[in-house]
């Protein structure tokens, strides 16, 4: 069985700042991959990034990069020069490459950009 | 091109009753997935089809059943609510052939709350 744990309910940050969400999964799979979610509050999740187990390179998109530290089992969202409109839930989510492709969610992290 | 759309977008139900809800997926899509998220929690992962057929299935009770349609479209099925039903259900599509790099693309969700 596949499980993601984000230990922090909410996050606060001021606007133009960095902010590290945190992110440890567990799998005995060798193939997976690993997703962040926003959540805004009309519900919609929202995809943000992707790393793949086997990817020797962290992932990057825009201003969104993924601290992926495959031995420690982390996957930490670092989020750059942040924005008001960044405010929202955030998942990590989890797929592995046999059987139930579904994806496993954590518990989630609200992070709120303060101006 | 359109996202994945889901109606209706809130729901009251009493206890006991039964409920139906749609899901149309991303032009170019043919899996549909389906996430149950109770207020404060992670999506939970309801089920799962492809080819009019339900492929994959999360710890859900009978309750909870499904269809697709020629068209890829989805409807979920919940009976004898309970008052733990109350949640925002998630629909999500994705294409069955490619890899677990594909992030599955989520609609806005319909709210449910059981009276």
């Known amino acids: 069985a596949q499980k993601i744990t984000q230990t922090q309910p909410g996050m606060f940050v001021q606007e133009k700042e960095a902010v590290t969400l945190d992110c440890t999964y567990d799998?005995?799979?060798?193939?997976?991959?690993l997703f962040w979610y926003k959540q805004p509050s009309s519900g919609e999740m929202i995809f943000l990034i992707y790393?793949?187990?086997?990817?020797?390179q962290n992932a990057t998109e825009g201003r969104y990069s993924l601290n992926f530290q495959k031995a420690r089992k982390s996957a930490n969202l670092v989020i750059s020069a942040s924005q008001l409109g960044d405010s929202a839930m955030y998942f990590c989510?989890?797929?592995?490459?046999?059987?139930?492709?579904?994806?496993?969610f954590g518990s989630g992290t609200r992070l709120q950009v303060q101006p | 091109d359109a996202g994945v759309t889901q109606s209706p977008t809130h729901l009251i139900k009493t206890r006991g009753q039964q409920v139906t809800l749609r899901c149309s997926p991303k032009?170019?899509?043919?899996?549909v997935s389906w996430y149950q998220q109770a207020l404060g929690q992670g999506p939970q992962f309801i089920f799962q089809y492809y080819e009019e057929e339900e492929r994959q299935r999360g710890n859900f009770p009978d309750r909870f059943s499904g269809h697709q349609f020629p068209n890829y479209s989805s409807e979920l099925n919940v009976n004898a609510l309970l008052l733990g039903d109350s949640a925002l259900y998630l629909c999500?599509?994705?294409?069955?052939?490619?890899?677990?790099?594909?992030?599955?693309?989520f609609g806005d969700g319909t709210r449910l709350s059981i009276l």
């Open positions: 999500a599509s994705s294409l069955s052939l490619t890899g677990i790099h594909q992030p599955q693309h």
């Open positions: 989510a989890m797929k592995v490459d046999t059987g139930r492709r579904a994806l496993t």
């Open positions: 790393q793949g187990s086997y990817d020797q």
């Open positions: 032009s170019g899509h043919d899996t």
């Open positions: 799998t005995s799979d060798p193939s997976y991959g």
